[in-house]
């Protein structure tokens, strides 16, 4: 186990992520898929506002930067021209039922049913962007994802005494990183001919 203030070095490394994702807006190479990524702040920031009521401090500051990061993103991506890739049906279906989920995770007052619609929010938001790393890795960052996972990796190291209510979530977040990273590099560790949701 490791101490709860390695947290922090967590912190840094997402906000560093997030810093690299805006340049790579900039530099026309990220594309985020808006729909991934409102729900991806939209979540946390929930949660942090009821972590806030509920009286914590300092420790609800890591589950403030997961949905600030994502609002970053999403400002600069619009400011951006063709700063974010265009929306289709399919990514509507999925933001749709994430936020159908996050509506059940504000509104339910069981902790563990609570952690599985918030859980089920988060992986239905990332359904747009794995699908869209997938066939156009180009389109991606890795670093943020990469940075992201090391983050939830440190947050679980610390955890004392393990519950799925105190678990489950960040080990959910680290499979989704894991997924999203092998999306996006693939093709180099395969090469091109590995196979493809349009083969």
């Known amino acids: 186990m490791l101490p709860e203030k390695i947290v922090y070095i967590g912190i840094l490394l997402q906000l560093i992520g997030q810093i690299s994702y805006i340049v790579s807006i900039f530099r026309g190479r990220a594309k985020p898929n808006l729909v991934s990524w409102f729900i991806w702040m939209l979540a946390p920031l929930i949660g942090f506002f009821f972590m806030v009521k509920a009286g914590a401090s300092f420790s609800a500051l890591p589950v403030f930067m997961a949905g600030f990061g994502p609002f970053l993103v999403i400002l600069f991506s619009i400011l951006i021209k063709n700063g974010y890739w265009k929306i289709n049906a399919f990514d509507l279906y999925c933001g749709a039922l994430a936020l159908l989920a ?5 509104f339910t007052h ?3 049913v609570s952690i599985i619609f918030a859980i089920l929010s988060d992986a239905l938001a990332s359904i747009p962007t794995i699908v869209k790393s997938w066939k156009f890795p180009e ?3 890795g670093l943020i994802y990469f940075f992201a996972m090391i983050s939830n990796i440190l947050g679980l190291l610390t955890i004392k005494i393990w519950s799925f209510s105190v678990s489950a979530f960040g080990v ?4 989704q990183c894991a997924i999203i990273l092998f999306c996006i590099y693939r093709k180099k560790i395969f090469g091109p001919s ?5 083969s």
């Open 102 to 106: 996050l509506i059940f995770y504000v």
């Open 110 to 112: 069981n902790l563990g």
């Open 139 to 141: 389109t991606e960052s």
């Open 172 to 175: 959910s977040l680290v499979l």
């Open 194 to 198: 590995s196979v493809s949701f349009t």
